[in-house]
């Protein structure tokens, strides 16, 4: 039990249309990071947000945006849905200090399929 | 980070010891191993974590070789819940804080 909510937990949606996934969890941490599973592959890095800001971000287009709340929830957004966005999202939060090492706590993730 | 390579899949008996391998033949003098594992259906879990000298917590224990060039994590006595997919990582510990998986092991526990 790691503490991290997401919703929803499955999710359909076609193709074009836009779509918010969100993530909470209890308080302690100040970042999140949103990770993108297609199936039988490994999850791969969307970007990560420390203290409400975008600080990183993967191979992903601008469509991905995301947010991140004071009260320590977080919003994934995708613009203009493509096939190959289907997949499990996942989001993972930790603590974030310079020159400490803290392991990430994933949610269970929202599976979206776009049709 | 440094590349991993981990066989893709690996069956182990209950109640045995399951020895996952990985090697990270180009690891940097700063970057650690770390390994998760992912469940069906669940997001990954954090497993375990070391520089160069070996590591045990109630989860597992993690080897890593003197040259660092690979690495052993051991489930001592295999449950059916241990059946997952698992994955090793090496990064540098502080910079940043992506995770970058590779295939992982899928590892098969069996009565």
């Known amino acids: 039990e790691t503490g991290v909510t997401q919703s929803p937990t499955h999710l359909i949606k076609t193709r074009g249309q836009q779509v918010t996934l969100r993530c909470s969890s209890q308080s302690g941490h100040n970042t999140v990071s949103w990770y993108q599973q297609a199936l039988g592959q490994g999850p791969q890095f969307i970007f990560q947000y420390y203290r409400e800001e975008e600080n990183g971000r993967g191979n992903f287009p601008p469509r991905f945006s995301g947010l991140q709340f004071p009260n320590y929830s977080s919003e994934l957004n995708v613009n203009a849905l493509e096939l190959d966005d289907s997949a499990l999202y996942l989001c993972?939060?930790?603590?974030?200090?310079?020159?400490?090492?803290?392991?990430?706590?994933f949610g269970p993730g929202t599976r979206l399929t776009v049709t | 980070d440094a590349k991993t390579t981990q066989p893709p899949s690996m069956d182990c008996a209950e109640g045995r010891a399951a020895n996952l391998p990985c090697n990270h033949s180009?690891?940097?003098?700063?970057?650690?191993v770390y390994w998760y594992r992912q469940i069906h259906s669940q997001g990954p879990q954090y497993i375990i974590h070391?520089?160069?000298n070996n590591e045990t917590n109630e989860m597992a224990s993690l080897i890593i070789t003197e040259d660092r060039k690979s690495s052993t994590l051991i489930l001592p006595h295999a449950t059916l819940r241990d059946t997952a997919v698992y994955y090793c990582?090496?990064?540098?510990?502080?910079?940043?804080?992506?995770?970058?998986f590779g295939g992982g092991t899928r590892l098969m526990v069996k009565p």
């Open positions: 180009t690891i940097s003098g700063n970057e650690y």
């Open positions: 993972a939060i930790h603590i974030h200090e310079t020159g400490l090492s803290y392991e990430q706590y």
């Open positions: 990582i090496v990064r540098v510990d502080n910079a940043g804080n992506m995770l970058t």
């Open positions: 070391g520089l160069k």
